[in-house]
Antibody, heavy 120, light 107 residues
Framework: QLQLQESGPGLVKPSETLSLTCTVS??????????WGWIRQPPGKRLEWIGD???????YYSPSLKSRVSISLDASKNQFSLELRSVTAADTALYYC????????????WGEGTTVTVSS | DIQMTQSPSSLSASVGDRVTITCRAS??????LHWYQHKPGKAPKVLIY???SLQSGVPSRFSGSGSGTDFTLTISSLQYEDFATYYC?????????FGQGTKVEIK
């Protein structure tokens, strides 16, 4: 059974870079059939899709975050990562990693989430 | 971006009740609508994909319907383990967007 687990610092200073890793177990990340990505939920707000990528290297980002986001895969470690640059308090959220299917493009496996607070 | 609006935002119900949650899109999304269940501290779980397809392992008391802009998630007989928050999500047009959630509480 495929499982995803987020890891990374719970506190990041304003203007710095938020970095999170998602470790995949019970299956391989090296497949062309799925997208590997990130979703977040700020306190009191709805879920927000950040972006994802295919094993081939093609990335897809939300336009609202595209200028600050990078997602990458490390097949040797069966992990994928999120970098969000120049963070502000508005980036404080519960961050989830998730696997997205090909069409009809829904998230079929999620991690439990990790809380990231942006504060000095 | 396509805006997704769920109603109600919360509801109270008893075990055995039939529960219906609706989701409306700001433009037509055909049948590209999915439903998730989320419990605090747990990974969200997909229940229904493509409007009405039941995800493997999900109990048959969950069902979905709709097309175009209006969609419904129905729980035919609410069980204790169904008390959670439910979200809809569209995949008709990127960026993929979610409803604000419907919290189902015990009456």
């Amino acid at each position: 059974q495929l499982q995803l687990q987020e890891s990374g610092p719970g506190l990041v200073k304003p203007s710095e870079t938020l970095s999170l890793t998602c470790t995949v177990s019970g299956g391989s990340i090296s497949t062309t059939n799925y997208y590997w990505g990130w979703i977040r939920q700020p306190p009191g707000k709805r879920l927000e899709w950040i972006g994802d990528m295919l094993y081939s290297g093609t990335t897809y980002y939300s336009p609202s975050l595209k200028s600050r986001v990078s997602i990458s895969l490390d097949a040797s470690k069966n992990q994928f990562s999120l970098e969000l640059r120049s963070v502000t308090a508005a980036d404080t959220a519960l961050y989830y990693c998730a696997r997205r299917t090909t069409r009809p493009w829904y998230m079929d496996v999620w991690g439990e989430g990790t809380t990231v607070t942006v504060s000095s | 971006d396509i805006q997704m609006t769920q109603s109600p935002s919360s509801l109270s119900a008893s075990v055995g009740d039939r529960v219906t949650i609706t989701c409306r899109a700001s433009q037509t999304i055909n049948t590209n609508l999915h439903w998730y269940q989320h419990k605090p501290g747990k990974a969200p779980k997909v229940l229904i994909y493509a409007t009405s397809s039941l995800q493997s392992g999900v109990p048959s008391r969950f069902s979905g319907s709709g097309s175009g802009t209006d969609f419904t998630l129905t729980i035919s007989s609410l069980q204790y383990e169904d008390f959670a928050t439910y979200y809809c999500q569209q995949s008709s047009d990127a960026p993929w967007t979610f409803g604000q959630g419907t919290k189902v509480e015990i009456k």
